[in-house]
DNA sequence: GTCGATAGATGCAGATTACACATAGCCGCG
DNA sequence: CGCGGCTATGTGTAATCTGCATCTATCGAC
């Protein structure tokens, strides 16, 4: 009961980057151009916590080597040039795979959640097998 | 349309690894005390892609690092000693702010995925500001 | 004693990240 | 005009994380 209390404090808030943050840049690219600096807002707006912008720029760029974005410069607005990213074939398919695995995500965590709920007996003599 | 070949074919699955993993451990931990080559087969089992060993017991660790669950050496049973973790009370409320995260992240994705679904129009004349 | 299954851990090369910083174009203001 | 601020993208670097292979050790069967 003592060690409930880490002096290191390790960063107790959720973190979503990594592949969280590259489907979230596919989904938003799903019918729907956009380049960097939008997507960045986009993403602070909707809830995501700390998106970094360069991480962003960067994730992108790896997008796109991965065949997932095609992008090009566009100078048709005022202002600095924007590189517009638009999702491929490949990019739709990663995604519509990424939805599958997340859901199976959560299935497994709502199972592990909800088995033994109150019943948390033996370990090693589990209904399974 | 002809840029859907890439050449270097880069690992076209979704993995699912890092914070899924690790929370994927928390959960079922919660209201069941287990070792790790239990949790690895368990999540082999729920459908965990690739799901290296080496690295959940490395994930095991670093959970124990960051205070969200704790282990002990069991020796009770025959064979080689066994590692048995349980989740803490961090643990716990790090899954609770995860999981809330997670439905956040999915209502990203939705309303992400949603949008412009059927009217996809131009790109800089959208309905936000 | 040897073999296989169980159980856990580590070394290493490669990838990924957060943070800070750098670049450049445009706009308004005095 | 000069200057700061906003837009927009990019990079350097140290730290971290991952997958794969490999290693140790215990036990039961033969």
Redesign the interface.
Known sequence: MS????S?S???????H???LS??LL??L?????YGYQLTQR?AE????ECDSGTVYRQLRQLE???FV?SFWDTS?SGPARR?YSL???GE??LT???E??Q??????Q???A???GL?RD??ANT?S
């Open positions: 060690e409930t209390d880490p290191p390790p960063d107790v808030r959720p973190r979503l990594g592949e969280l489907t979230s989904a938003f799903k019918n729907w151009n956009a993403l909707a809830g995501m916590p080597r991965s065949g095609s607005e517009m491929t074939k490949a398919i990663f795979g990424w939805i695995a997340l199976n995500y959560q299935g497994v965590l199972k592990a959640l088995s033994f709920d948390a370990p090693g399974k």
